[in-house]
């Protein structure tokens, strides 16, 4: 898994796991939500997010799509 999936897995988890929140233990949660969705809106822009940091820290590897490598995938 690279950093970039093991990103998307993590932030869909939590908007899901929020949401539960919010309907099933308090209102407050959905500002759980509308951090996620606030950090992966400036992580488009900026190309950073916290938790790319960690993701890398236990081993996840950053994608990489070369040219030499899509060549491979036609053949």
């Known amino acids: 898994m690279t950093v970039e999936r093991g990103l998307r897995l993590m932030a869909g988890a939590m908007v899901l796991l929020s949401v539960a929140f919010t309907f099933?233990?308090?209102?407050y949660w959905m500002w759980l939500t509308v951090f996620i969705g606030l950090n992966l809106l400036q992580s488009a822009f900026t190309n950073w997010c916290p938790a790319m940091a960690i993701l890398r820290a236990v081993g996840l590897k950053d994608s990489s799509c070369s040219v030499d490598h899509m060549e491979q995938v036609r053949s």
Do not use: A, F, L, M
């Open 24 to 27: 099933y233990v308090s209102h």
